[in-house]
């Protein structure tokens, strides 16, 4: 299974391309949005998509209506990975199409949770 991890930080980027790998995907990534659909582009195949909500050129709220709007990504699984932790904006993202919403800080552990609750990881 492909995964894309859509965050400007490089740092973040790898730590969840490191996670993902350790369950068995393998992985993409851009830094956001815009590079983000045009990966999706490339690898339609894609299964999951983990998005931080501040990026620069297209965050992940607009990526979220984006691939909403989209409907050749009605499978993709897409789950926010951010510090956004206020209730409006997590209501904003499930709204837009996130199936799973991680505030970070985050463990290994709640990644995987996700997964599981998504039927990604067993």
């Known amino acids: 299974m492909k995964a894309l991890v ?3 930080s490089r740092a973040m980027r790898m730590i969840l391309t ?8 393998d992985v993409l990534e851009a830094k956001h949005g815009k590079e983000a659909l045009v990966c999706l582009e490339s690898h339609p195949d894609t299964s999951l ?8 050129e297209m965050n992940g709220l607009e990526l979220l209506e984006a ?10 699984r897409r789950m926010m990975v951010t510090t956004e932790s206020e209730m409006s904006n997590i209501s904003k993202a499930m709204d837009a199409g996130a199936s799973e919403y991680v505030i970070k800080p985050f463990t290994v552990g709640t990644i995987q949770d ?9």
């Open 67 to 76: 691939l909403k709007a989209d409907g050749r990504y009605g499978s993709l």
């Open 49 to 56: 998509a983990l998005i931080d909500w501040n990026m620069p």
């Open 6 to 8: 859509v965050d400007d």
């Open 114 to 122: 996700k997964l599981r609750v998504l039927g990604l990881l067993s």
């Open 18 to 25: 490191q996670m993902l790998k350790e369950c068995g995907f």
